[in-house]
C-alpha cells in the first residue's frame, strides 16, 4: 500500500502517511473483501537484501582487518589503518545499518548516525593531536543534528497549513542565525575573521525566513504560495 500524494510504502492498517500527513483511505478492507486474492499481492521477499548486506559487511570487514594487519606488518602499529578502520565504521553505521530493518526509523538512525559522526570527529582530532573538536566540531555537529530533526519533525507534523507556514518562516530565520554560530565557531578555534561571510547568509535566510511569516498571516497570498509549490 503506498500513500496517494507522495507515493510512500505504507503498512498495512496505516491511518495516515508519517511524511506528508495524508489520511489513508481503505474502501474494501482486505477482511471484509471476498475476492481478495493473495497470489496478486505477494509478500515482498527480503532475502536478497540480507544477502547483498552480508556480503557487503563482509568485504568492509575484510578491508579493515587487511589494512591493519598490513600497517602492524609494516609499521608495527595502526598507521593510515585506523583511518581506514574509523572510516568504513561510520560508512556502515550510516549508510548500511539502517537496511538490516525493515523501515527506516529517523527517530532512532538519525540520533545514531550523528553519534557516529562526532565520534568519528572525535577520533579524527585525537589521533591527529588536535584541539578543535570541542570548540568546533562537537558544536557544529550538534547544530546540524539539531536543525536536521527540526527539519524533518516539520514534514511530518500534522498541523494547519499556516501555522505549518510560520514554523518554517522561523525555521530558516534560525537557519540564518546558525551560519554566525558557524562563524563564530570558526573564529574560535581556527582564528578566522568574525562576520566575514555568515551575515550575507544570515540577511538571506532572514529575509526569506521573515517573508513566510508574514506571508501566513495573508491569506491570498498563502494561497497563491501553496498553489504554486505545494499542491
Known amino acids: 500500500m503506498y500513500c496517494v500524494r507522495c507515493g510512500v510504502e505504507l503498512e498495512q492498517g496505516t491511518k495516515a502517511c508519517p511524511l506528508c500527513g495524508t489520511p489513508v483511505w481503505d474502501p474494501d478492507p482486505i477482511e471484509k473483501n471476498p475476492h481478495f486474492n493473495p497470489g496478486l499481492y505477494p509478500v515482498r521477499d527480503h532475502s536478497g537484501k540480507y544477502w547483498l548486506l552480508a556480503v557487503i559487511t563482509f568485504i568492509m570487514l575484510s578491508t579493515g582487518i587487511g589494512c591493519m594487519t598490513a600497517c602492524l606488518v609494516y609499521y608495527g602499529r595502526l598507521a593510515w589503518s585506523a583511518y581506514v578502520l574509523a572510516g568504513l565504521l561510520f560508512v556502515y553505521i550510516v549508510a548500511f545499518l539502517p537496511l538490516w530493518f525493515r523501515r527506516y526509523y529517523p527517530v532512532i538512525f538519525l540520533p ?3 553519534a557516529a559522526l562526532e565520534g568519528l570527529t572525535l577520533f579524527l582530532c585525537l589521533y591527529t593531536g588536535g584541539s578543535w573538536f570541542l570548540s568546533f566540531a562537537f558544536p557544529v555537529i550538534g547544530l546540524l543534528f539539531i536543525f536536521t530533526f527540526l527539519g524533518y519533525g516539520l514534514q511530518v507534523i ?43 547568509t544570515a540577511g538571506t535566510f532572514g529575509l526569506f525566513g521573515l517573508f513566510l511569516f508574514i506571508a501566513s498571516f495573508i491569506l491570498r497570498l498563502r494561497r497563491a504560495m501553496y498553489k504554486k509549490t505545494f499542491y
Do not use: C, D, Q
Request: net charge positive.
Open 112 to 114: 545514531v548516525s550523528f
Open 158 to 200: 500534522k498541523i494547519k497549513p499556516r501555522i505549518k507556514l510560520r514554523l518554517v518562516g522561523v525555521y530558516i530565520f534560525l537557519l540564518g542565525g546558525a551560519t554566525m554560530l558557524l562563524e563564530l565557531f570558526l573564529h574560535m578555534t581556527f582564528e578566522l575573521p568574525m562576520f566575514n561571510w555568515s551575515i550575507y
